[in-house]
């Protein structure tokens, strides 16, 4: 079914906004945590309907799968994205990440479109080829000036981002997770709004997605609870209010803002890489610098996740040397291994549907892709990481919402699945293949 201009013009605009990793208490135990957030406490601690025991993520509590999640309201294993990077034990794929928005089920931006909205996205990850109006997407090729060249050519329509780079400079593609990329983000959001949502915001209201990085960056490098992450969060609250105050302006206040996170995070103790098991087992071969050259089975990290499939699972021994190597990990309660699922088990909690194994690591053990070295170590790649159980309490993710119709309270029992179900009940139309449910019907 398809509107008119005229059938939406009562309804409200919806901003959403995610912020990479803000966990529940650095939005309710602000002075403990020595951060100041006066944007966020104004809009949403005060004034909003926020989640004070914070958001389920999906699994895993990985950012492709979340934001792809959030947008779509279904789990990783319904909509197809189940890591960041694409499943690539020899590297065939250079690195390629699941940048695009699924052809499996609907997105939040496709529906806005076809229920009467204008439909933007400025940087969310999982956006290339998202069917919306205007859509500035994630992506990277190498980090310079080709980024901007490829994002320009995937863009809706073409040639937004040379249009946006004649006045605010570098569209940050992906690569760039710093203060410095966000405030890059942020630029490009309010650019978004007055050049291409304000122009038009007379004819139909917008539905627009945005997103900040660098508290999640922050957070890998220095730790969860560093003065360098809070620094980045407060530098986020700032942008956060800018582009409220300007979604606010452009609509005469009919608007309604959503801040939400993909996960939380937890700080890192250890590393550990069941591919080393897994070479020494046969299943595996590399050379010397540790690049895979064969695999009968390999395993993928998702930060404290991995999973783990067979090159051909109808090899019967490969598939018996893998499942002696589980029970290992499965019976040595000094692995670092909290569950071994089966690729069924993992599909019923929502993701790896074409895992035969996935390993769900205990706290602050982050799994890695290495096949040469110690299994265990204790030299971190990253001081924090996600992708742990979505079970786990460091793993819950923020939900606010504020606006137009909106009453202030707590809610409980949100989903991140929750999320455009919700957005798309405040437009007037319901997400069809949406797993979760709107938290206000």
């Not at 290339?128 to 490829?150: H, Q």
């Not at 991140?416 to 949406?434: E, H, K, N």
């Amino acid at each position: 079914m398809s509107f008119q201009a005229n059938d939406r013009k009562n309804s409200p605009s919806i901003l959403l906004v995610s912020v990479d990793a803000l966990k529940p208490e650095f939005v309710f135990e602000q002075e403990r945590l020595g951060v100041c957030l006066p944007n966020i406490t104004q809009y949403f601690v005060e004034n909003g309907l926020t989640a004070r025991n914070g958001m389920k993520s999906v699994f895993p509590t990985f950012t492709y799968p979340c934001h792809q999640s959030m947008i779509t309201g279904t789990n990783p294993a319904t909509h197809g994205t189940v890591n960041n990077g694409i499943f690539d034990p020899t590297g065939d794929h250079l690195g390629a990440w699941h940048w695009f928005a699924n052809k499996k089920v609907k997105t939040l931006w496709e529906a806005a479109k076809e229920n009467g909205y204008w439909s933007a996205s400025v940087a969310f990850p999982t956006s290339v080829g998202a069917k919306g109006d205007f859509i500035a997407p994630e992506f990277w090729w190498d980090g310079s000036e080709l980024d901007s060249c490829f994002i320009d050519a995937v863009a809706k329509p073409q040639g937004i981002i040379s249009e946006m780079e004649q006045e605010i400079g570098r569209y940050a593609g992906g690569l760039d997770l710093t203060d410095a990329g966000d405030a890059q983000r942020g630029k490009a959001a309010l650019w978004m709004l007055r050049n291409k949502i304000e122009p038009v915001i007379s004819e139909k209201p917008f539905f627009m997605s945005a997103y900040f990085a660098s508290f999640d960056e922050s957070a890998h490098i220095n730790g969860v609870y560093s003065k360098e992450a809070a620094a980045s969060l407060e530098k986020i609250d700032t942008m956060l209010g800018e582009l409220i105050a300007e979604a606010k302006r452009i609509t005469d206040d009919h608007v309604i803002v959503c801040v939400v996170s993909d996960h939380g995070s937890l700080d890192n103790t250890h590393n550990i890489s069941p591919n080393v098991l897994l070479r020494e087992a046969g299943l595996i071969e590399a050379d010397d610098q540790g690049r895979v050259t064969a695999w009968k089975a390999f395993s993928q990290r998702a930060g404290g996740t991995a999973e783990i499939r067979l090159a051909d699972p109808d090899d019967a021994e490969a598939s018996k040397a893998l499942k002696t190597v589980m029970e290992q990990l499965k019976a040595d309660t000094e692995s670092g291994i909290l569950e071994v699922l089966t690729g069924e088990e993992a599909k019923k909690r929502g993701g790896f549907p074409e895992a035969a194994y996935v390993l769900v690591s205990e706290k602050g053990y982050e799994l890695r892709d290495d096949v040469i070295g110690e299994y265990c170590r204790t030299l971190l790649t990253q001081k924090a990481q996600h992708g742990y159980s979505e079970e786990f309490p460091e793993m819950r993710a923020s939900f606010m919402l504020t606006g137009e119709g909106i009453e202030k309270g707590n809610i409980d029992n949100v989903r991140l699945i929750d999320v455009a179900p919700t957005l798309a009940g405040r437009m007037g139309f319901v997400l069809p293949d949406a797993e979760g449910n709107d938290l206000l019907k």
